[in-house]
């Protein structure tokens, strides 16, 4: 595999300070050496990987002991509190100052201390450690040394800023500011998760490395001296004529299949993390190194055709890779596996070059990590379902009161084709068809019960789910699963709108039923919705759709629709939005309707109207651009959606 890059760290010049004697710092730094190391090892950058990370953290502290004269023109670190913690002040101001002052490094030049045969990791910690790892992966060093010294090692802002101001840091304000919004985004307690295994570089696993890459390594070693022995004889005799051109560097070795992980076949049903971390290698060529090398070669710059869905970075593995599968699907080889983060499906094609797949999959639960697609034919879609999923079935949106269809799966759970449903009696020619999953969980993870997944043309199927009306003097709702009569008569108001969310790279799209409003000239009961369609990469798009008895029967078309939004949302939970509509009568109306906390509505520009409450309906023959505005129950503003003009 492509070798990561490392680093050397380089102490910023204003390290100095009440500098200990040799003796005194060598005896705090293995006094303290666990918090020493566990601190450089959260400065510096993730994209070590983690065996990189580990050695350079070890290799930061143990370098940090004084050597020569100390400059005594440098500005002080923070001076410690009692005098016994001089020499603990000096060594955490010189190690965050060489992680911070961290500069790549060529992997044959890495610092002691160094590791042969064998790779070293912290261990995994749960959902919590996860997300905080991902949280400070998207952090500046800076940021994380702030929340380091200010969580872990106990000081105050005001020594904080002082100590990353001496270790060259451009902005500790800043540093400070980001650790605490952090600090304020991360639920439980920081300080146990960061002292927990899975930041803790001197509680390591020990993995050996890929024994076959190594045996040949050794073998062209000994093969390469011996050939070097050979030619000193005619060495001496070709120094008098003209020197050959230097030989080409020799090529990279091939990644190797033995460095791919693979789960137990039970752990899914024992784990605490049921995603694709948790999920076997199946298939049947699970054994055939040949393609699994082509496969990792692929990924790792080897010539295959490489696609990336939306927010999906490309490059290769951030760790060594899962195996999830490695078969024969519908006559082509197709390979997937998982790094941590994403996806990466390998298929050789019958006619033309090999294409690698990758998508995003971090922090995926066990709906959005219960299907993949491993092959798209005339005949339909096949998905590698995982181990936890009991039953599975395909269904029609547009046939909510239908039951789902059986859906046949191998031992190695591909199932057979899933084709798009066929048009039936009535249907919209624009509204085209989306191919849909009921899959029920396993009673063994007590997660025992349905969901929805629908195919939108990425690796991962998106989850869908519906969130009813709100009911007087009940908390707000959550989103829930749309399996269930109510919910899948709610996706069968909406399903058309699914095929305009294709290959955007969605994660998830829930149906918000905000509001209901009793339509003028007793036209009967409308409904309002807003679908919100949340991506991997956390954006999101809304669509907000108005329903009434009399809209004559096709496809929903929103009367708004919002990209990049945190409305309808967890992070945005106040919606208003209004439009036209024509009563059976002919009279045009303007509708609008707010969520649960909207307490007043006020019409301005083509329509000048205001109402108590939350909808708001009058007559409106003008045509023009209408201002909406919402009061909220705590004096906020809100701003209201309506179509654009025409």
Do not use: K
């Not at 902005?171 to 952090?182: F, H, T």
């Amino acid at each position: 595999m492509q070798q990561l890059r490392t680093l050397r760290a380089r102490p910023a010049a204003g390290i100095s300070g009440p500098r200990p004697s040799r003796d005194a710092a060598e005896a705090a730094l293995v006094e303290h050496y666990p918090a020493l190391v566990r601190l450089a090892h959260l400065v510096l950058p993730p994209s070590l990987g983690r065996q990189r990370r580990v050695l350079t953290a070890h290799a930061t502290v143990q370098r940090a002991l004084p050597r020569g004269r100390p400059d005594r023109s440098a500005a002080p670190v923070p001076p410690p509190r009692t005098p016994r913690d001089e020499a603990r002040a000096w060594l955490r101001a010189r190690v965050v100052a060489r992680a911070l002052a961290a500069r790549p490094l060529r992997p044959a030049a890495l610092a002691l201390p160094r590791v042969t045969g064998l790779r070293l990791f912290p261990r995994s910690g749960g959902g919590d450690e996860l997300a905080l790892d991902r949280a400070l992966s998207a952090v500046t060093p800076e940021t994380r040394a702030a929340l380091a010294l200010t969580v872990l090692e106990g000081l105050t802002p005001e020594q904080t800023a002082a100590l990353l101001s001496a270790a060259g840091a451009r902005d500790p304000g800043r540093a400070l500011a980001g650790a605490e919004e952090l600090r304020a985004g991360v639920s439980g307690d920081l300080a146990a998760l960061l002292r927990g295994p899975e930041f803790d570089p001197c509680t390591v696993h020990l993995r050996p490395t890929d024994l076959l890459r190594r045996r040949r390594r050794g073998r062209a070693g000994i093969l390469a001296a011996a050939l070097l022995l050979a030619a000193v004889p005619v060495a001496a005799d070709a120094l008098r004529a003209e020197a050959p051109p230097p030989a080409p560097a020799p090529a990279a070795p091939s990644a190797d299949p033995a460095e791919l992980r693979r789960a137990d076949p039970d752990r899914w049903a024992d784990t605490s993390r049921v995603d694709f971390t948790a999920w076997p290698a199946r298939g049947a060529r699970t054994g055939d190194t040949a393609l699994l090398g082509r496969a990792l070669d692929a990924w790792t710059g080897g010539d295959a055709v490489t696609r990336t869905t939306p927010g999906t970075a490309g490059g290769p593995p951030s760790a060594p890779p899962a195996l999830l599968y490695a078969g024969d699907v519908d006559g082509a080889p197709v390979v997937l596996l998982h790094d941590g983060l994403r996806l990466a499906r390998y298929t050789e094609p019958s006619t033309g070059r090999p294409v690698l797949t990758l998508a995003r999959a971090d922090d995926a639960d066990v709906t959005t990590a219960a299907s993949v697609a491993l092959s798209r034919t005339r005949a339909g879609t096949r998905f590698l379902l995982a181990p936890w999923i009991a039953e599975a079935g395909a269904r029609d949106l547009r046939a909510p009161a239908a039951p789902a269809r059986a859906l046949p799966v191998a031992r190695d759970g591909v199932t057979a084709p899933v084709p798009l449903p066929a048009p039936g009696p009535g249907a919209a020619a624009d509204c085209a068809a989306t191919t849909v999953l009921q899959l029920r969980s396993s009673a063994r993870i007590v997660e025992d019960h349905a969901f929805l997944v629908a195919d939108l043309g990425g690796l991962g199927p998106a989850h869908l789910t519906w969130t009813p009306l709100p009911a007087p003097g009940i908390p707000s709702r959550q989103p829930r699963e749309a399996a269930g009569p109510a919910g899948l008569a709610a996706w069968a108001r909406t399903g058309c709108l699914l095929d305009g969310l294709r290959d955007s790279g969605v994660r998830s799209v829930n149906r918000w039923e905000f509001a209901a409003q009793e339509l003028p000239e007793r036209a009967g009961r409308a409904l309002w919705a807003c679908v919100r369609a949340e991506t991997w990469e956390g954006t999101g798009r809304a669509d907000v759709l108005l329903e009434t008895p009399v809209r004559p029967p096709g496809p929903a078309r929103p009367l708004a629709s919002v990209p990049d939004t945190a409305a309808c949302g967890r992070f945005g939970q106040h919606v208003l939005a209004g439009g036209p509509w024509t009563a059976p009568s002919g009279t045009r109306y303007l509708l609008a309707a707010g969520s649960r906390h909207v307490v007043g509505i006020t019409a301005g520009g083509a329509v000048r109207a205001h109402a108590r409450g939350a909808v708001l309906a009058v007559r409106s023959a003008a045509e023009g651009v209408v201002v909406l505005d919402g009061r909220l129950a705590d004096g906020g503003v809100l701003r209201g959606w309506t179509p654009p003009s025409r």
